[in-house]
């Protein structure tokens, strides 16, 4: 079988370091199940989703991974007829209870769609968008938070001129940047990435990926993707989704070069999907 993964260096042996800390969660899934009207769509999830790492989540298409991110976040309730059980906990609150707040959830927890979607505004006003609806008016204040979030997205040096230009005029690619940044600006736990890069040409996809590999120093990142080359560069951990279903979760050299279910094999080997 080919190996998706990078080689890395085995330590022997004698060289095992068994003092390395237990990796800590953002999230822990228990046995969560969702339902569209009487369609079961996800069965029985159980997966832990590391602090300040990529985990991407792959599968064939309707497989459940996009309905599993947009659960992350409650997005998924803005669809009629969902009903979902089991637990999602984030820092150790369960997010489906009914005295959780979703809007306290979704300025912790961002996201970025398949398609870039930035506001007709101009590129500042996309920034601050968020801010101004959360109280924040002082000038100064917007102007700092909107350099910071086009530099955290790797972004400022191309618009620090056109930032009252109409965001819709950039490229497809710094669109998608650009959304990034509108995320960044509420300053959240979690980025959430939903084929963040599908639409997008190799250039552009390829600046996605190396901002996607900066960030995870300050952010949890969760990332869908149909390109498997793309999670082996630039995930730690990969979750194979199958009709609803957790078939393997690992890191992700390991899922790529040593699959433990021959379902995940046959996938990234490409007998189907």
């Not at 089991?86 to 209870?97: A, C, F, H, R, V």
């Not at 996605?208 to 120093?217: A, N, P, Y």
């Not at 021959?262 to 999907?273: L, S």
């Amino acid at each position: 079988m080919q190996s998706l993964a990078l080689e890395k260096n085995t330590p022997g042996l004698g060289e095992m370091n068994y003092d390395i800390e237990p990796e800590k969660s953002i999230y822990a899934v228990d046995d969560f199940s969702l339902w569209y009207g009487d369609k079961q769509a996800l069965h029985t999830i159980n997966l832990d989703i590391p602090v300040n790492r990529v985990t991407a989540i792959i599968g064939p298409s309707g497989c459940g991974k996009s309905t599993f991110i947009k659960a992350l976040n409650r997005m998924v309730e803005l669809v009629p007829s969902v009903k979902m059980s089991g637990k999602i906990m984030y820092k150790d609150e369960n997010i489906l209870t009914a005295k959780y707040k979703v809007e306290d959830l979704r300025t912790k927890v961002g996201m970025v769609f398949q398609n870039p979607n930035p506001f007709p505004k101009s590129v500042y006003e996309n920034i601050v968008f968020g801010l101004k609806i959360h109280g924040i008016k002082k000038r100064q204040i917007l102007d700092e938070i909107v350099e910071k979030s086009l530099k955290g997205a790797a972004l400022w040096d191309e618009v620090k001129d056109r930032l009252n230009e109409n965001a819709l005029g950039l490229s497809g690619g710094q669109q998608q940047r650009l959304c990034i940044a509108r995320c960044l600006a509420i300053e959240p736990d979690v980025i959430l990435m939903d084929e963040p890069t599908s639409a997008l040409d190799p250039v552009s996809t390829s600046k996605v990926e190396e901002l996607v590999d900066t960030l995870k120093q300050n952010y949890s990142i969760v990332i869908v993707t149909h390109n498997m080359q793309q999670a082996a560069r630039i995930s730690d951990k990969t979750a194979f989704f199958l009709n609803g279903e957790v078939i393997e979760y690992d890191n992700t050299d390991k899922l790529f070069s040593y699959p433990v279910d021959k379902r995940t094999e046959d996938y990234i080997t490409g007998r189907f999907g």
